[in-house]
């Protein structure tokens, strides 16, 4: 089972600021990376797919890169409704996998 | 754009089968591979498994083959079940979809789940 895991756990951030958030593979999975965005009590949300393309409707402050093992997900300019739990998920071998999360507070 | 409409229980009894239901709507439940994960209380996603609309499944071996994943086209609709269910199955449970199994695009809202006597 490939491991996948998230840097930082949380982060607390102001609004306007830059984030990035690291997913780091067990092993080699291509580009077979894809991050989500959740919110309290809500069922999450695709915003990149294989690593870098951005998902239909997505803001473009959201961006991905990497390929491999290592694999980041940027916020530019982050805003107050950004305040979520940001998971990365594998499917390059099964069964899938998913990091542990990394939550984000606004300041 | 296709929606998930999700039912089951909410309660299930220690060592029973839990029974889910994900009804498809606004689109076909044809050539899409149907997931189900899992979110115990304060805690990250697991994926369960999915199927595929023609019938092939994959699970999680994490489960040790307490999982079936069913489809019924006529209905619209893609089903899971979970035998012995203990205290550690208690979570949320979603089933999603996608055209490809990759990622997935198209999320239900969720059925909180307890185990309890």
């Known amino acids: 089972e490939i491991v996948l895991t998230q840097f930082p756990d949380f982060q607390s951030v102001t609004p306007k600021e830059k984030v990035t958030i690291t997913c780091r593979a067990s092993?080699?999975?291509?580009?077979?990376l894809h991050w989500y965005q959740q919110k309290p009590d809500q069922s999450p949300k695709l915003l990149i797919k294989?690593?870098?393309q951005s998902f239909s409707g997505v803001p473009s402050r959201f961006s991905g890169s990497g390929s491999g093992t290592d694999f980041t997900l940027t916020i530019n300019s982050l805003e107050a409704e950004d305040a979520a739990t940001y998971y990365c998920?594998?499917?390059?071998?099964?069964?899938?996998?998913f990091g542990q999360g990394t939550k984000l507070e606004i300041k | 754009q296709v929606q998930l409409q999700q039912s089951g229980p909410g309660l299930v009894k220690p060592s029973e089968t839990l029974s889910l239901n994900c009804t498809v709507s606004?689109?076909?439940?044809?050539?899409?591979?149907w997931s189900w994960i899992r979110q115990p209380p304060g805690k990250g996603l697991e994926w369960i498994g999915y199927?595929?609309?023609?019938?092939?499944?994959n699970y999680n071996p994490s489960l040790k083959g307490r999982v079936t994943m069913s489809i019924h086209t006529s209905k619209n609709r893609f089903s899971l079940r979970l035998s012995s269910m203990t205290a550690a199955d208690t979570a949320v449970y979603y089933c999603?979809?996608?055209?490809?199994?990759?990622?997935?695009?198209?999320w239900g809202k969720g059925t909180t789940v307890i185990v309890s006597s």
């Open positions: 999603a979809g996608t055209k490809t199994v990759t990622y997935m695009d198209v």
């Open positions: 294989y690593a870098s």
């Open positions: 998920h594998q499917s390059s071998s099964l069964p899938h996998t």
């Open positions: 606004a689109g076909s439940i044809s050539s899409y591979y």
């Open positions: 199927i595929f609309s023609g019938g092939s499944t």
């Open positions: 092993q080699s999975i291509g580009s077979s």
